[in-house]
């Protein structure tokens, strides 16, 4: 068993439910025992970031200096989370004046797709008996925080990054070669100029058809939500069309035998089920 | 160039203050155009990036401070990993937000510091986002309560929304956080 802290963040406990279910699912598969951090709270998102430099540092401290209790990697799914509290840990370095107390703690930070990819947790599910996604072909969708800045994310292949890609392939799924891999969907901009958004998403989902995927996988909850749900009016070749946008947790669940899949699924907004039926996945 | 624009500030004093909040050295650009030509919403800017970044050595403050286009710069970061000479424009985006906020002038996008305004009095209300609470007092303040309605109703049917607002202990944190914030700001 593997002991780590567990920072959800806003999302999985509301519109990104079944990242937090396949996350927490998946997790106990590998035997890695999640210790939710208590009495979280918000990071400050986007929002504090583009207003005041003090706060966006203060709020994702306040929940480092109670992970910094315990002697645990904190892991956190939320890419936009990760990427806060990974820039608040260096900001709070150099500008303690930004902190009503200082933090000292030394906490390390885990994204949960880097997390999955380390090598004893490849090894622990190249030992499991799996059930190959054979004839699944995605197209693994990693967004801007999952790899830039680098200097934060410690990502090396920050414009092609391929981890993603060949976490889907040792669970039997094509993961196919597109140019969209890290462009932005504009995130919570949704909220205000839904427009951006609206294109900016259709435009990576039809590269993604265009590049022959059946499906996006992301891991991402700003990514999935923009992708799941803005494909009204989505056509290729003249037809409409829709394509389902799953976590790469969901895909790990499914391919391990999680008994909750069909469940964490039912919550998205674009089916993913007719699809996995046809390809007689699930 | 048009000519007609107000005449480069000899003593510009904006362009010291983006650097001093920002720490990043915009002088080192020699206008390749490499942010702009990467950035995914530049279709939706006035002034592109490179531009600002021209503009703030030109001394134009009102000009910079009043655009759509740090509002609607998503913080992808593209901009700034791709800069041949470093310049952490994302970073300098986020000052010239934090420096229009503080200016009292008119929001270039009015609706999206509305948002930022209402996510961040969630925070302090509650601790956590809650989305449904969120929503409605974003949309209190637009007044736009269609926009998106059958969709909300979608989510809401797959369990994705929730009702109530969790139970939350972390309050005097928090309110220390936001007296800070709400004291350096003169609020």
Redesign the interface.
């Known amino acids: 068993m593997k002991d780590v802290t567990y920072y959800p963040g ?2 999985l ?5 079944e990242y937090d279910e396949s996350f927490r699912g998946v997790s106990e598969l590998l035997g890695v025992n999640l210790h939710e951090l208590e ?4 990071c ?12 966006a540092v ?2 994702p401290v ?1 929940n480092l200096t109670i992970a910094a209790k315990y002697d645990r990697e904190m892991v956190i799914p939320c890419v936009a989370c990760y990427s806060r509290f990974k820039a608040a840990a260096e900001e709070a370095k150099e500008h303690p004046e930004y902190l ?1 107390s200082p933090y000292e703690g030394k906490v390390s930070l885990r994204y949960a797709l880097d997390f999955f990819c380390d090598k004893p947790i490849i090894e622990d599910i190249k030992s499991k008996k799996i059930k190959p996604l054979s004839g699944l072909k995605v197209a693994c969708y990693y967004g ?2 999952a790899v ?3 200097k934060l994310t410690g990502v090396k292949l ?2 092609n990054p391929d981890h993603m890609d060949r976490l889907m392939e040792l669970l039997g799924a094509e993961a196919v070669d597109w140019s969209y891999k ?3 969907c ?4 949704v ?4 427009d ?1 958004v609206t294109s ?1 998403s259709q435009k990576i989902l039809a590269m993604a058809m265009e590049a022959g995927a059946d499906c996006i996988v992301t891991g991402c909850t700003m990514c999935h939500a923009n992708l799941d ?1 803005r494909q009204a009016g989505l056509t290729a070749e003249g037809e409409k069309r829709e394509m389902p946008v799953f976590y790469f947790t969901e895909l790990m669940g499914l391919s391990m035998g999680h008994k909750d899949v069909k469940k964490w699924l ?4 674009t089916d993913p089920i007719k699809l996995l039926s046809n390809k007689i996945l699930i | 160039m048009n000519l007609n624009e107000a005449p480069i500030e000899k003593n510009n004093p904006f362009i010291e203050e983006v650097i001093k909040v920002s720490n990043v050295n915009i002088q080192a650009c020699y206008q390749c155009q490499k942010c702009s030509a990467g950035c995914p919403v530049v279709f939706a800017m006035d002034i592109m990036p490179n531009q600002i970044v021209r503009q703030i050595q030109y001394g134009r403050r009102e000009k910079v401070l009043t655009s759509k286009t740090i509002w609607i710069c998503a913080s992808c970061h593209t901009c700034s990993v791709r800069c041949p000479n470093d310049i952490d424009i994302a970073k300098v985006m986020d000052s010239l937000r934090h420096l229009a906020l503080k200016s009292g002038l008119k929001a270039g996008e009015g609706e999206i510091p509305v948002f930022h305004s209402v996510f961040l009095d969630s925070i302090k209300a509650s601790g956590r986002i809650h989305e449904l609470s969120l929503i409605l007092r974003f949309k209190l303040k637009t007044r736009d309560f269609l926009k998106d309605a059958a969709l909300g109703w979608e989510m809401f049917r797959r369990g994705k929304i929730k009702i109530l607002p969790q139970s939350f202990t972390g309050g005097r944190d928090i309110k220390e956080i936001f007296r800070a914030y709400e004291k350096g700001r003169g609020i």
Do not use: N
């Open positions: 806003c999302s406990h509301g519109t990104a439910r009495d979280w709270t918000c400050g998102s986007t929002s504090a970031h583009c207003t005041d430099e003090a706060l203060a709020l306040r009503l801007c925080l830039r800045p680098p920050y414009e890290t462009d932005c504009g995130a919570s901009l909220m205000t100029r839904t951006i900016l749900t039912s919550r998205h907004v």
